[in-house]
């Protein structure tokens, strides 16, 4: 059964920092990864899509990298800003899963930036 | 979120009283899915449509039923509720040539 973990659960940098996100996941047989990004109260914005055959994807200050042979992928935040405190979840999908979407949900790394 | 909107946002229920949450989508996408979320668990997917007229079970499909009679609207069913579906519910859709799941704001169900 596939598990996915994020650690830490939450996280506090100042202002300007660059951080890196950690998500892992036990079976390496994976069709994409996606991390998103959760406000309070709100549902959930995706932020980057790595497909299995991909190493990594930049979207603007954001960099998600996939290692399937070690089951991790990361998500770098250059710059950190405060606007970009929110919550912060990834999640894989399924091999054989291309025609139906199911993702398995990691439980999210909280992230503050104070200013 | 544009594009998927969540009816209600809110709800406070009994024990044993049934409702049904609405997701509409306006993007023409044919994938759906209804995730629950709760403290320390993540999100978990209850029930998924591939398209008009065709539903399938997720992880946690038991004591919810699902129906799309129409491509833009999922609904979701509580016949009986308990207090262990007090959740936060999110329905989110998917287009068929995308692989980014478009998310609503979701619904806050509370069973007392």
């Known amino acids: 059964k596939q598990e996915v973990t994020q650690i830490p659960a939450a996280l506090s940098v100042p202002e300007g920092e660059n951080l890196v996100l950690n998500c892992s996941f036990t079976d390496s047989a994976i069709y994409n990864l996606q991390w998103f990004r959760q406000d309070p109260g709100k549902g959930l914005t995706s932020l980057l899509l790595?497909?299995?055959?991909?190493r990594e994807q930049t979207s603007g200050r954001l960099n998600a990298s996939l290692d399937k042979s070690s089951g991790r992928s990361t998500l770098y935040i250059a710059a950190s800003q405060p606007g970009d405190s929110a919550t912060y979840l990834c999640?894989?999908?399924?091999?054989?899963?291309?025609?139906?979407?199911?993702?398995?949900f990691g439980q999210g790394t909280t992230l503050q930036v104070k200013p | 979120n544009a594009g998927v909107t969540q009816t209600p946002k809110f709800r406070v229920l009994k024990t044993g009283q049934s409702m049904t949450l609405l997701c509409a989508q306006d993007?023409?996408?044919?994938?759906m899915y209804w995730y629950r979320q709760d403290p320390g668990m993540g999100l978990r997917l209850i029930h998924y449509?591939?398209?008009?007229?065709?539903?399938a079970k997720g992880e946690v499909p038991d004591g919810y039923n699902v129906s799309r009679l129409k491509k833009q609207n999922f609904l979701l069913g509580l016949e009986s509720a308990a207090p262990s579906q007090t959740s936060v519910y999110f329905c989110?859709?998917?287009?068929?040539?995308?692989?980014?799941?478009?998310f609503g704001d979701g619904t806050r169900l509370s069973i007392l």
């Open positions: 449509s591939v398209g008009e007229g065709t539903t």
């Open positions: 989110a859709t998917r287009s068929m040539g995308t692989k980014a799941q478009h």
């Open positions: 790595i497909q299995s055959s991909q």
């Open positions: 999640a894989v999908g399924k091999f054989g899963s291309s025609n139906t979407g199911k993702l398995i």
């Open positions: 993007m023409n996408h044919e994938y």
